[in-house]
């Protein structure tokens, strides 16, 4: 449905941001997935954070492989430069991208066979990079665009449209962003709007890269009895690990909201994620705890969500490469060329 | 009868053994004698242990091609003793045969004799074990040993090899001394038991004052440093890694904030070529000047995001520094083989602009012409080097800049401009070149667009529309046309009376002029074009025209110059014969003289194809 324009529906009573902007600048062009389709649950999300925390339209980046869930970044900040690159690489496009430029809000939009089969290399390297990226899966179980063939992250036992069980075991994008050494690894459901806001928001706010597994469920081919990843199996063994909520220091509350014997963490620029519910005993600091929490609940037939895990003491890319403050691409051209003295003085040493 | 500063000669070593830094010292030092001079290295692909071997060779007209008919062996590999003993040149017409320079520590197996040769027996294992204690230092100092042995049977000026020795030692006296010993202990020998010189040795020249001793990837290197390229990304893969290793190295002198002593320079060493590719195309997209290095393999596995870039229109600068292959093939060994893979890279129509240098010194200048290719095209652009340039020390003018310099960033709309204009869209209006302007992320609101591999219309737009798809795919033709004009034209140099073209490029430059002359004075003058660029400029399809027939040099089996100037131009097939020589080791004039004279007199004989391939 390309022709199909979106009609710009604005009213004075919408609620404007710091910017001036309301929500509806956030937007993108009409969706072209499926009525119901989680992703575009998650494109709203997406827009309702991204104006919460008053970004920039413009210095947004959207990043995207191929496959369903890499169209969505067309439906969201149409003042936003977006790549929709080519299938499991939009992680080496975003790398390149914000190697040269640092200031640029990268929000990458992959799915379960983009990221987890055949972009898990790139997936896997630009997690040990921490490149500074939101990095969101839209995790269905399931290839649409070809018609319904199971993907690397459907269950074991989970049933296809057609009956066939899934006999392959799953790779699950929270343990292996965990084990990899993600500094952000969270999981969602695209139905529950109100945990994964603010996750989003906190993802942004992160230095590194920051895992979001969303389930996201296909309406067309993996919504059946007898599928893990159907709407109903997921909001029946949704389990929430943890709620955050996320408090930028600009506002006014922050001097009124106390930790409150909740587990806080600090970002970077100030920002503080307070967990205001999760279990006992249950550290999102502490990777090897929360690895076997995961996998213990998982065991039990549980979806785990929540903002599971977070470190913010490793440098991003861009502190391990040491490269200046300034966005590369803002550099005079007169800083990176030596010159003419210098080469000839460097011949010297070609004699 | 006595040659001066003309002659061959061959170095054969194991690997690992310490046998490159001798090499070198004895390179620099005829180049700092002021003579031409050109050195091979026909290396192993193996750290430590396989046969190794160098070629220098010493050339006062300037001829710096393999000379394949060696004055002097230095035999140090019992592996391979037969062979290299056999290479040496014979008795001929009454001149004496060369020489075999081999370690006499051991006796030389009968087998091994030959009549028409000298040999000159040094006991540099004795000496070695003698004079040094460490066993490491033993096997390392052998080479600088016989260095000293060859100083005095080629008349080696001793006060630049110890002003080298000096260099790379002066900061260790042990080393230093060490080093100092073992080259005096050789030249002794070499005085005390030998006529010295031989009949073919170095007298001092005046012909490098302007020049330098540089290899390929390291111009390359100089020249994305000096091109403002921020962001290197790529996968290690020989013959290409030393071009990663020495932008790192001049980035870390030369790109370093001296403020904050961070880098004005991103290096992104790459989990595989698919992704190194995926980099240089974000940060192009982003606005970066950024490339990769790499080899025919590489290029294989970026097929996929060329066809992106190319698509799309995103810059992308690629050092291609071509290997022997196809599959893996042999590593170490040089081929020009990536010419139709790059020219065509990617599925789908495509097609690309391909540089071709012949030498480190337009290695430095191609390099830079690259990037303002790539950004004037936005499309990706090819630099196609090889193992022989890339990785060969030679000769060549001093590099130099020009600091009126001023990079060529294309079609790019500034956030003033976009305020100006009603509606930003990606591929249109195109200027006379079929280029559209093109925005960059994070400037301005209003030159938000979405970039797609998929298909689009002029617009940008998504598309499944034949027309709407035709006319983008049209467009981007025309634009790699257009080109044609800005890529390095074909250098041409014609003779008097000659009615054949020799059509060279690249790493065959050097034995092509050299045939050329050597044609000549056997009564066969060619004109010679080296073709520079892809897609092809009116001047190579007018040299062909001109010619009653071509010969085609290059060093691949399938004549893939030929093929593309047969599918590129319109001239007729029939008038362009090849001569192909794809062993891997670097072209000699011989190769050249011999097929084409062997091709001359068999032309158009059926049986032999257009094809002629001389083994080396």
Redesign the interface.
């Known amino acids: 449905m390309p022709s199909i324009v979106k009609p710009v529906v604005t009213h004075p009573s919408l609620e404007r941001n710091d910017l001036g902007l309301n929500l509806r600048a956030y937007e993108g062009a009409m969706s072209t997935l499926c009525a119901g389709c989680g992703h575009d649950s998650v494109t709203a999300a997406i827009i309702k954070a991204a104006w919460e925390l008053s970004l920039d339209p413009h210095m947004i980046g959207k990043f995207s492989g191929i496959g369903c869930s890499s169209k969505t970044p067309t439906y969201f900040v149409s003042g936003a430069h977006g790549f929709n690159s080519a299938h499991g690489r939009m992680p080496a496009i975003a790398t390149g991208a914000g190697a040269a430029n640092r200031s640029l809000v990268a929000i990458g939009i992959s799915g379960d066979g983009d990221s987890l089969s055949i972009g898990i290399g790139q997936m896997a390297h630009a997690v040990r990079r921490n490149l500074n990226i939101v990095y969101v899966i839209e995790n269905n179980g399931v290839y649409g665009l070809t018609k319904g063939q199971f993907s690397a992250s459907a269950d074991l036992g989970s049933k296809s449209k057609k009956g066939e069980a899934n006999r392959v075991s799953p790779i699950d994008p929270v343990l292996l962003g965990l084990s990899l050494g993600a500094t952000f690894v969270a999981r969602s459901f695209s139905g529950d709007k109100e945990q994964l806001v603010p996750i989003l928001k906190a993802a942004i706010k992160h230095k590194g890269l920051a895992l979001i597994d969303v389930i996201s469920p296909c309406v067309t081919f993996n919504d059946h009895e007898g599928s893990t990843k159907s709407y109903l199996y997921t909001r029946k063994h949704d389990y929430h690990v943890t709620d955050a909520e996320v408090i930028i220091p600009a506002d006014e509350i922050i001097a009124n909201i106390s930790v409150n014997g909740h587990t806080a963490v600090t970002m970077h620029d100030g920002t503080v994620i307070r967990f205001t519910n999760t279990p006992e005993d249950y550290d999102p600091r502490d990777r090897a705890k929360v690895f076997a929490y995961i996998q213990e609940h998982q065991r039990e037939g549980k979806v785990p969500t929540g903002l599971l895990f977070i470190d913010e003491t490793p440098g991003d890319m861009h502190d391990v490469l040491g490269t200046i403050d300034t966005p590369l691409t803002q550099v005079p051209y007169e800083t990176l060329c030596p010159g003419s003295e210098t080469l000839a003085s460097l011949m010297e040493e070609f004699r | 009868m006595t040659r001066i500063n003309d002659f061959a000669m061959k170095l054969a070593n194991v690997n690992g053994t310490g046998s490159a830094s001798a090499n070198g010292l004895l390179m620099q030092t005829i180049?700092?004698m002021g003579i031409p001079v050109a050195g091979k290295n026909l290396f192993p692909s193996n750290i430590q242990g396989l046969p190794t071997w160098y070629e220098i060779r010493v050339s006062k007209d300037g001829y710096g091609a393999r000379a394949l008919d060696y004055d002097l062996m230095v035999a140090m590999d019992a592996q391979t003793y037969g062979r290299d003993v056999h290479e040496v040149r014979g008795s001929t017409n009454g001149a004496p045969g060369g020489y075999v320079l081999f370690d006499s520590t051991w006796p030389l197996h009968d087998d091994l004799h030959r009549n028409d040769v000298t040999f000159l027996g040094v006991p540099l294992a004795k000496m070695c074990n003698e004079y040094f204690s460490e066993p490491r230092t033993r096997i390392l100092l052998k080479n600088i040993m016989y260095s000293g042995t060859l100083a005095a049977l080629l008349n080696l000026d001793m006060e630049i090899v110890g002003e080298l020795i000096k260099e790379s030692y002066g900061k260790k006296q042990a080393l230093l001394d060490s080093n100092r010993k073992a080259l005096e202990l050789g030249f002794e020998f070499a005085k005390k038991n030998f006529d010295c010189p031989l009949p073919f040795y170095c007298e001092k020249m005046d012909e490098n004052g302007d020049k330098?001793?540089?290899d390929g990837n390291t111009a390359t290197a100089?020249g994305a440093?000096?091109a403002?390229a921020?962001?290197a990304?790529w996968y290690p893969i020989t013959p290409a890694t030393s071009v990663m290793d020495a932008f790192k190295a001049f980035a870390d002198r030369?790109?370093v904030?001296p403020v904050?002593k961070?880098?004005?320079?991103?290096?992104?060493q790459?989990?595989?070529e698919?992704?190194?590719?995926?980099?240089?195309?974000?940060?192009?997209?982003?606005?970066?000047r950024?490339f990769t290095s790499t080899a025919g393999p590489g290029i294989s596995l970026m097929n996929?995001?060329i066809g992106?870039a190319y698509y799309a229109e995103i810059p992308a600068v690629i050092f291609d520094i071509q290997r022997t292959g196809p599959s893996t093939g042999m590593p170490t060994r040089t081929q020009q083989s990536d010419i139709m893979e790059c020219a065509y890279a990617s599925h789908g129509d495509t097609k690309h602009i391909v540089l071709f240098p012949s030498s480190p010194a337009e290695c430095f200048e191609f390099a830079v012409q690259s990037f303002d290719l790539a950004e004037q095209f936005q499309t990706p652009v090819f630099m196609l080097s090889d193992l022989d340039i890339g990785m060969n020390d030679w000769v060549v003018p001093?590099?130099?800049?020009?600091?009126n310099?001023?990079?060529n960033r294309g079609r790019v709309l500034t956030s003033e401009e976009l305020d100006h204009i009603k509606t930003y869209f990606r591929y249109s209006p195109e200027d006379e070149n079929h280029v559209a302007a093109r925005?960059?992320?994070?400037?301005?609101?209003k030159?938000?667009?979405?970039?797609?591999?998929?298909g689009h219309n002029r617009l940008g737009?998504?598309?499944e529309t034949p027309s709407e798809y035709q006319e983008v795919m049209d467009r981007l033709l025309l634009k790699h046309k257009a080109s044609a004009k800005y890529v390095p034209s074909p250098v041409i140099e014609r003779k008097p009376g000659a009615t054949i073209g020799i059509i060279s490029l690249g790493g065959c430059d050097p034995a092509c002029r050299e045939a050329i002359d050597i044609l000549e004075s056997q009564g066969v003058p060619a004109n010679y074009m080296r073709v520079r660029g892809f897609p092809f400029s009116r001047e190579v399809e007018q040299f062909i025209a001109e010619q009653d027939v071509c010969y085609v040099v290059e060093q691949n089996r399938d004549g893939q110059l030929r093929s593309l100037l047969v599918l590129e131009t319109h001239v007729p097939k029939e008038k362009l014969l090849s001569i192909l020589v794809y062993g891997g080791f670097p072209l000699s004039a011989k190769s050249v003289v011999e097929g084409l004279l062997h091709k001359h007199v068999k032309e158009s004989v059926p049986e032999f194809g257009n094809e002629i391939l001389i083994e080396e």
């Open positions: 180049f700092r330098i001793l540089i100089l440093i000096y403002g921020t962001v990304a030369y790109r904030d904050t961070k880098n004005n320079f991103a290096f992104l790459a989990e595989d698919l992704a190194a590719i995926g980099m240089v195309i974000g940060a192009s997209w982003a606005g970066a950024s996929e995001l992106l001093r590099l130099r800049w020009d600091d310099y001023k990079p925005t960059l992320p994070g400037i301005n609101a030159g938000a667009f979405f970039t797609r591999g998929s737009g998504y598309t």
